[in-house]
């Protein structure tokens, strides 16, 4: 079974700077969207950005101009640069992509920023 596997989480300052990265387990095929989720304790889940397989992109307003999305589609790996980082961006992120299967869900992976 195919999964989504994420790095690059982890404890930075705010103002600091974290990448992350998620691709499938094994190579799949036509995968259309792919975007980042992020869920905070006691939160619900929201989207961060996405990114289409053509290269659009969409963000949150609250990440607009400080997270850059991007994908490879030749290694279908999604990227995440986030720069100046905020203590309210404290959250698990998880990573998603629609295919001609399920829609993948990556495990996770913790995103902590200190004031």
């Known amino acids: 079974q195919v999964q989504l596997v994420e790095s690059g989480g982890g404890l930075v300052q705010a103002g600091g700077s974290l990448r992350l990265s998620c691709a499938p387990s094994?190579?799949?095929?036509?995968?259309?969207?792919m975007g980042w989720y992020r869920q905070a304790p006691g939160k619900q889940r929201e989207l961060v950005a996405g990114?289409?397989?053509?290269?659009?992109?969409d963000y949150a307003d609250s990440v607009k101009g400080r997270f850059t999305i991007s994908r490879d589609n030749a290694k279908n790996t999604v990227y995440l640069q986030m720069n100046s980082l905020k203590p309210e961006d404290t959250a698990v992120y998880y990573c998603?992509?629609?295919?001609?299967?399920?829609?993948?869900w990556g495990q996770g992976t913790q995103v902590t920023v200190s004031s």
């Open positions: 094994r190579t799949i095929f036509s995968i259309n969207a």
């Open positions: 998603n992509a629609d295919w001609v299967g399920p829609t993948l």
């Open positions: 990114i289409t397989s053509g290269g659009r992109t």
